[in-house]
């Protein structure tokens, strides 16, 4: 009777074991996690089960979505690079727009019926702005310049005077069918000046993130102006009277310029000459020519950005 019982508290002992184990096992157990099968980017062939050897596999076919312009996206021609199968011109250098001052003799050539009562020299300002379009060197660009410009020429007065109209003249009787005598004290011309040129940078590229420290810039355009004219009278017989003639005036003019550049890091400062030739038309002394041609001399001062 002993022995059974030795016998069941062995086989008691046995058990527990074994339970414990197993639970000890049971939470000590961790999942087993398949490898990660590499990537190669291709897909097998269609109708087959099998596993396939790389150099079995096809290449995915590409959908060409990185080649393709945005729909609806508009890109400009003068913004860099642009997207495979876009329109429009493209891939052309960066737009910079420059502010300038000009100033210097303006000299009369052939002045029409003004010749003689106007003295040779006079003075021209101008002021404006112009925005170059760079090519993708960025070492020559063309340019667009809109601006104001306003020219004096002081008159000879009463040394040299002129014929003209009394009917042209404010004041005058308008039936009045004869000319005067009289001396020019000033002619005055206000205009918008409009061109299109072309710059060549001779030390490299010429906008703002590329220059160099010191650069020249070689450039022509052509162009035309509008605005208004007037000059100032005084009667033969009467010095300290005064008349006046107003009208609209037109002209076109062709111009080169040669400016020495500083590239300060966010700007360019410019320094240069320009020179300009004009043909301008008026019709200021009826009855006669008032067609003027003349050679303008400026230094020029500017900033780029």
Known sequence: MKAFRIL????????????????????????????PTPTTGLLPVAGQGTMLQPSELQPAPSTGLASQPIPGAVYSPWCGDRPAGSDGVGGNG????????RSGPSILGEAGGFNGALQRTG??????ARTLFFNPTSDAAWTLDLGLGYTFNRGNRLANPIDVSANSLKGSNPN???????????????SLNFGLGRDWFL?????VGQAPESNWCFGTDVGGRWGTA?????????????????GVYHGVYL????????????WIFLAGIRAEYSYNWTNLIPPQDGNIQDINIMLTLGVRF
């Open 255 to 266: 111009g080169t310029h040669l400016d020495w550049e500083r590239n300060i890091g966010g």
């Open 8 to 35: 069941l508290a062995g086989l008691g002992v046995a058990c527990g074991s074994a339970t414990v184990s197993a639970q000890t096992s049971l939470f000590n157990t961790k999942p087993t996690v398949a490898a």
């Open 203 to 207: 030390n490299g590229p010429g906008n």
């Open 94 to 101: 960066s737009v910079t727009y420059q502010n300038y001052l």
């Open 123 to 128: 003075w021209v300002v101008q002021t404006g």
């Open 176 to 190: 009045s069918n004869f000319t005067l005598p009289l001396g020019i004290r000033s002619m005055n011309r206000t």
């Open 230 to 246: 007037s000059v100032g009278f005084e009667p033969q017989d009467d010095p300290e009277g005064y008349r006046r003639r107003q």
